[in-house]
């Protein structure tokens, strides 16, 4: 069935330095969504990216979908304490299931 | 008002027992879902019921019974509670199942209920 491999599994910064979490998947995506679950929270829709290539920006957030559609990233430019929490990417197969990577941990430092 | 609002947000239970989890949804979507999150974070779906239908029910143990009296309410109810239910427990809700819309839904989460079975 669909999957996708979400990585690093964790990652501890210092404030200020930048971020990147990735998802790969074999097959070619229809399109991907992006979650923020905060510590203790509950995981929240940040983004959908649809078009091969697209980039979409939310302030220090940078979303990429990959030009053949199997693989996506998430930058975060200067973390800051408040981006402390779980990161996941997640995507549809054709059952119509919502499929979650396994999710990235971010930690700061201050 | 809560979007998707769950109830209880945390429950201690021994084992064999039986409990029940409520999920209410205010956002008037047609689909709504179960999901577990295990103690790595692992986000997985059990069950999708679109307007009171069950749609996805994946491989969960039969004691795992969802009902869903109309479809702004999914309840999840467990029997005879093992060490390995302990979990938290995610209501969702969608505007719609997605198997014929290839641009996807996106999903809204309750808080979650956080299940200890000792």
């Known amino acids: 069935g669909q999957q996708v491999m979400q990585i690093p599994q964790y990652q501890h910064v210092q404030e200020g330095e930048d971020f990147t979490t990735y998802c790969n998947s074999s097959?070619?995506?229809?399109?991907i969504q992006w979650y923020k679950q905060r510590p203790g929270g509950h995981p929240v829709f940040l983004i959908q990216?649809?078009?091969?290539?697209e980039v979409k920006k939310q302030k220090r957030l940078t979303f990429q979908f990959g030009e053949a559609k199997k693989n996506s990233s998430l930058h975060i430019t200067a973390t800051q304490t408040t981006d402390v929490g779980t990161y996941f990417c997640?995507?549809?197969?054709?059952?119509?299931?919502?499929?979650f990577g396994q999710g990235t941990e971010l930690s700061v430092k201050p | 008002d809560t979007a998707v609002s769950q109830t209880p947000k945390y429950l201690v239970t021994q084992m064999g027992n039986d409990k029940s989890i409520k999920c209410e949804q205010n956002?008037?979507?047609?689909?709504m879902y179960w999901y577990k999150q295990d103690s790595k974070k692992f986000l997985k779906i059990m069950f999708s019921?679109?307007?009171?239908?069950?749609?996805i029910n994946e491989t969960v143990p039969n004691r795992f019974s969802p009902k869903s009296p109309d479809k702004a309410h999914l309840n999840l109810h467990i029997n005879s509670l093992e060490l390995g239910d302990s979990a938290v427990y995610f209501c969702?809700?969608?505007?719609?199942?997605?198997?014929?819309?290839?641009?996807?839904?996106?999903?809204?989460f309750g808080e979650g209920s956080w299940l200890t079975v000792v």
């Open positions: 969702a809700s969608s505007q719609d199942a997605t198997g014929a819309r290839p641009l996807g839904n996106t999903i809204y």
């Open positions: 097959t070619t995506l229809s399109n």
């Open positions: 990216l649809v078009k091969s290539g």
């Open positions: 997640a995507v549809y197969n054709q059952g119509g299931k919502l499929i």
């Open positions: 956002l008037g979507h047609d689909t």
């Open positions: 019921y679109n307007n009171k239908e069950l749609i």
